[in-house]
C-alpha cells in the first residue's frame, strides 16, 4: 500500500454535480491493489482520521499542493496535433486545408509512432489520465497509439476511423492489397481484427468510430452498427451536430432519417457508451434520443469557439436529461489543457445560452473534466474519482505555480474560488506530477 499525504479533492455520487466536490484541506489518499492487480484507492479522508488507521505506513507528502482525479478528456484526435492553431474560415474548410493533408501522413508506422509517443506525453503532462480519441483511417495509426498508451498505462480507448468516401483517396479506408475485397468491407473487418486485438488488454478499449455520417455509405454505418451489436462492451465514438452546412449536407445524404442524430440510430449506432462529439444544434426530439439510447456528449468549447460552430445548449441538456462531459478536440480544440477547456465551457455557458446567461460553478466544470465525462463513458467509479475503488490515477496540482496563480489562490476564502481561480489562471504549469494506476503483477 502507498500513502500520499496533501489537500484532496474528491466527488459525491449521490448529489448535484454542482455541489458535489470534496475537499480536505489536509487528506489522506491511501492507494492498494484490488483482486484484478491493479492500483486503486483504498480509503481517503482527514489525515488525523486515517492516520491512526495506518500508523506504520509511509507517506509520501506534498505540502502546499492538491491531489485531484486524473482528467478524463472525451474527444479529440491525436494525428491533428501538428494541425493545432491553423486557421480556417470554418469545419469544412479547415477539414480540407489542413486535417486530411496531415492525415495521409498517418499510413507510415514511423510516423504514426512518433506522433502518438508525442501526443500521449501531451495529455500526460497536462493532467489527462484516460482519453477517447481518434486515429485515422490507417490500421498503422490505431496500432501505434495503443502500443504507447500501453507502454505508459494510460487508460485509452481508440478506434480506425471509418470513412470510405467524400474525402480524399489517401485518407479513406483501402481496399484489399489484393483486391478481394473493397474498402467497405476491408474496413470492417479491420475493425473487428482490431477489436479483437487490443479491446480489454491492460486498461485499452476499442471505439468503433465513424468519422461523421457524410463520410460513410450506407454499408459501411450499417455494418458498423452490425459490429457495435456483436460488440456491445466496446464503445462507439462519431461527430454530429457540430456545423450547420455539415447538417444540411447530412440531411441530403439521408433524407429519411428524421436528423442528423438520428442517423445514427437508424443504424444501430446509439446506445450506451456511444459518445457523440458537439451535440450543439438539437432540438428536443434529438435530447430525447441521447437519453432514452443511453448515448451520451462530448463538449467541445474551444473548438466550438475556435471554428465558429455554435454554443452547446447546457439548459436543454439538462432539461432534458442526457449525460455529457468535456474535451479538448485538439487539433479543431486549442488546447490540451484541461484548464483552458473549463474556462471555455464557462464562457460558452455564459454567451450561448440563454439572453441572462448560464453560469456554470467551478465544481461543475470541474466535474465535467472528471467524474461526469468518466459516467459518459460508463466508467463512472473507474476513472475520474477518487473514491475507494477507484482506479488510482491523480494529479498533484501546485496552485503556486506561477505569481499570478500564487497570488490569487492566496486570497481565495472558498473552494469555489480555489477552484475558479485555478480554471481561469491556469495551465500545464499547474500540473506539478501525473500519477498513472499501475498493475500489479503476481508473484
Known amino acids: 500500500m502507498k500513502a500520499y499525504r496533501a489537500a484532496i479533492l474528491r466527488f459525491a455520487t449521490d448529489c448535484d454535480p454542482g455541489q458535489s466536490a470534496i475537499y480536505e484541506q489536509d487528506g489522506l489518499l491511501l492507494v492498494g491493489v484490488n483482486a484484478q492487480g491493479r492500483q486503486v484507492v483504498q480509503a481517503v479522508g482527514p489525515y488525523r482520521e486515517l492516520r491512526t488507521r495506518f500508523p506504520d505506513i509511509a507517506i509520501t507528502h506534498w505540502p502546499e499542493r492538491i491531489i485531484a482525479p486524473g482528467f478524463v478528456d472525451l474527444h479529440s484526435h491525436y494525428p491533428q496535433t501538428n494541425v493545432i492553431g491553423s486557421p480556417a474560415e470554418g469545419l469544412l474548410p479547415w477539414l480540407e486545408h489542413y486535417t486530411f493533408p496531415e492525415e495521409r501522413r498517418f499510413a507510415s508506422p514511423d510516423y504514426s509512432t512518433e506522433a502518438a509517443q508525442f501526443f500521449i506525453a501531451e495529455l500526460l503532462r497536462n493532467g489527462v489520465t484516460t482519453a477517447l480519441t481518434f486515429a485515422t483511417s490507417h490500421p498503422a495509426s490505431v496500432n501505434a497509439l495503443f502500443t504507447e498508451a500501453q507502454t505508459q498505462r494510460m487508460r485509452l480507448i481508440t478506434g480506425l476511423c471509418l470513412m470510405d468516401r467524400h474525402a480524399p ?10 483486391g478481394g475485397l473493397d474498402a467497405t468491407e476491408q474496413s470492417l473487418l479491420d475493425t473487428e481484427a482490431l477489436i479483437r486485438q487490443w479491446h480489454g488488454v491492460d486498461r485499452l478499449g476499442y471505439a468503433i468510430t465513424p468519422r461523421f455520417a457524410p463520410t460513410s455509405t450506407d454499408a459501411q454505418l450499417r455494418g458498423a452498427g452490425e459490429l457495435a451489436a456483436s460488440y456491445p462492451e466496446v464503445w462507439i465514438q462519431s461527430h454530429v451536430a457540430e456545423n450547420k452546412l455539415e447538417i444540411a449536407w447530412a ?64 439548459a436543454g441538456a439538462d432539461r432534458v436529461g442526457f449525460d455529457y462531459g468535456l474535451a479538448s478536440d485538439v487539433g479543431g ?60 490515477d491523480f494529479v498533484v496540482l501546485n496552485p503556486q505555480a506561477t505569481p499570478l496563480l500564487a497570488r490569487r489562490t492566496a486570497l481565495a476564502t472558498s473552494l469555489d474560488e480555489l477552484l475558479f481561480s485555478m480554471i481561469v489562471l491556469g495551465d500545464d504549469r499547474l500540473v506539478q506530477q501525473t500519477v498513472i494506476s499501475q498493475a500489479i503483477q503476481a508473484r
Open 251 to 314: 440531411r441530403q445524404l439521408f433524407p429519411a432519417s428524421r436528423s442528423y442524430l438520428a442517423t445514427y440510430g437508424d443504424f444501430g449506432l446509439l446506445r450506451h457508451r456511444a459518445i457523440y462529439a458537439h451535440c450543439i444544434h438539437f432540438d428536443d426530439d434529438d435530447r430525447a434520443l441521447m437519453r432514452n439510447t443511453g448515448a451520451a456528449a462530448a463538449v467541445c468549447p474551444t473548438s466550438n469557439l475556435f471554428l465558429g460552430s455554435g454554443f452547446f445548449d447546457y
Open 333 to 392: 480544440g486549442t488546447s490540451f489543457s484541461p484548464f483552458h477547456t473549463m474556462l471555455a465551457a464557462y464562457t460558452v455557458g455564459r454567451e450561448g445560452q440563454t439572453k441572462t446567461g448560464l453560469s456554470l460553478s467551478p465544481q461543475q466544470l470541474w466535474w465535467q473534466h472528471t467524474a461526469g465525462a468518466a459516467r459518459a463513458l460508463g466508467l463512472a467509479g473507474v476513472v475520474g474519482n477518487l473514491q475507494p475503488g477507484c482506479e488510482a
Open 169 to 178: 483517396a489517401d485518407v479513406l479506408n483501402q481496399a484489399a492489397a489484393n
